[in-house]
Nanobody
Framework: QVQLVESGGGLVQAGGSLRLSCVAS????????MGWYRRTPGKQRELVAH???????NYADSVKGRFTISRDNAKETVYLQMNDLKPEDTAVYYC?????????WGQGTQVTVSS
């Protein structure tokens, strides 16, 4: 019954910013930690940021200082503010619980950063 819908991706130049949103249905907020993952063609998904049910956050070294994850339990939404984007950030971005549930993967949102 859980559905995750990502939005906010797009095409930007290096140094630009995007704000991604993930709306969740199925009453999973306030129970689970949430994470943002990304995948490039032919590669596994990697975890780039997560936020616990208590509000603690953690980031991959590659995005520290540039990305910020936040959540709004009332709206059942998790956000990813992405600043100073680099070409290597190009990927499809997904949200999921942490640890991920294979049944929850949605379509993701494409982020493309040009040099």
């Amino acid at each position: 019954q859980v559905q995750l819908v990502e939005s906010g991706g797009g095409l930007v130049q290096a140094g630009g910013s995007l704000r991604l949103s993930c709306v969740a249905s199925g009453n999973i907020f306030s129970i689970n930690a949430m994470g943002w993952y990304r995948r490039t063609p032919g590669k596994q998904r990697e975890l780039v940021a997560h936020i616990t049910s208590g509000g603690s956050t953690n980031y991959a070294d590659s995005v520290k200082g540039r990305f910020t994850i936040s959540r709004d339990n009332a709206k059942e939404t998790v956000y990813l503010q992405m600043n100073d984007l680099k070409p290597e950030d190009t990927a499809v971005y997904y949200c999921n619980v942490l640890p991920y549930n294979v049944l929850y993967w949605g379509q993701g949102t494409q982020v493309t950063v040009s040099s």
